[in-house]
């Protein structure tokens, strides 16, 4: 049998993975499943928030799902879960990035317990086996996951870098969503400058195998962009997205993210610009002081419109 292909996404939190994941999931051939990173926690110990499949059903009643974690090699228990999960973040966290590329082959230490990594995998094999999908979409965000994820001889692991400016970051965050809480700009500012330098540097690691885009590119060019992934995954298409920027979406089955997983039925897909007459002077300060480095690595002005094609 051939090896998973998966498509890992990173990146900071609201950076438009989810509609992406929802698009790509529309091509023959590729599987959206949602934040896999969650599954321990969120579907099998129900500890999480946002915890339903993405077609509707509780996790475990999904039939996707539940094939999935009667698997006799994936770990669905509640004593292996919460060992996954605690190991997770003790060794997956973003600041663990650099010690997880450390021990890729050729790197300064051995692998770390490998227990989170090892279900994960054998989550990708038993969807590979059971959906027939030759690609799976993942969009976990955890650069130090997919760091980990990329020494695995099993797995065909691309990594897909989704940047957002952190102006738009930093207004999404000041409005509540179902599945996470409020956070302040400054925290916002340093967590969105924490994962995107550590998803670079997942860069030369993954080389070929890494790909770099914007969510603000993806909004304004839905169909160039989708198509651009297509081809970095090597999957033949068809592309879902029309050529007014619409798409179709049938539904998946997708582990925890954002609620907007649940959509049904045609999309326009846009940016959402409400950060330019929301984001007060204090906030839009605190980005252009905290996040300058980055706005211009990714070729935003100091006002959020970007500067150029990444």
């Known amino acids: 049998m051939t090896r998973p292909r998966i498509l890992y996404i990173t990146g900071m939190t609201r950076c438009g993975s989810t509609m992406l994941g929802n698009v ?30 993405g077609c509707g059903a509780d996790l475990r009643a999904c039939p996707v799902w539940s094939a999935v974690l009667g698997a006799g090699d994936v770990p669905a228990d509640a004593g292996s879960a919460r060992a996954i999960a605690g190991a997770q973040d003790r060794t997956l ?18 692998p770390d317990p490998a227990a989170p990594i090892d279900a994960m995998a054998a989550v990708y094999r038993a969807l590979h086996r059971s959906q027939g999908a030759p690609l799976l979409v993942d969009g976990s965000k955890y650069p130090a996951e997919a760091a980990a994820l990329l020494r695995r001889p099993d797995l065909d692991l691309r990594v897909l870098h989704m940047v957002r400016d ?13 599945y996470i809480d409020r956070m302040p700009p400054w925290r916002v500012v340093a967590r ?31 169909r160039g962009v ?79 419109a970007p500067a150029g094609r990444s």
Request: with cysteine; aromatic share 6%; net charge positive.
């Open 226 to 304: 989708v198509e651009r992934v297509l081809r970095f995954v090597g999957s033949p298409g068809p592309n879902p997205v029309d050529r007014d920027g619409s798409v179709a979406l049938n539904g998946n089955h997708t582990v925890t993210g954002n609620p907007d997983r649940l959509e049904r039925g045609s999309r326009r897909i846009s940016c959402d610009e409400r950060w330019r007459t929301s984001l007060g002077r204090w906030p839009r300060a605190l980005v252009v002081a905290g996040a300058a480095p980055g706005l211009r690595r990714y070729g935003y002005g100091h006002a959020g």
């Open 192 to 222: 969105w400058n924490q994962v995107n330098r550590a998803s670079e540097l997942l860069r030369d690691a993954a080389g070929g195998r890494f790909l770099q885009i914007r969510h603000e590119d993806f909004g304004e060019d839905p």
């Open 166 to 178: 952190p102006h738009a970051t930093v207004a999404s965050y000041q409005r509540s969503k179902s």
């Open 24 to 53: 790509l999931n529309e091509v023959p051939g590729v599987m959206h499943i949602g934040e896999l990173h969650y599954l321990w926690r969120n579907g099998v110990l129900g500890s999480g928030t946002n915890s339903s499949c």
């Open 93 to 110: 966290g973003h600041h663990a990035t650099a010690a997880r590329l450390a021990e890729l082959p050729g790197g300064e230490r051995p």
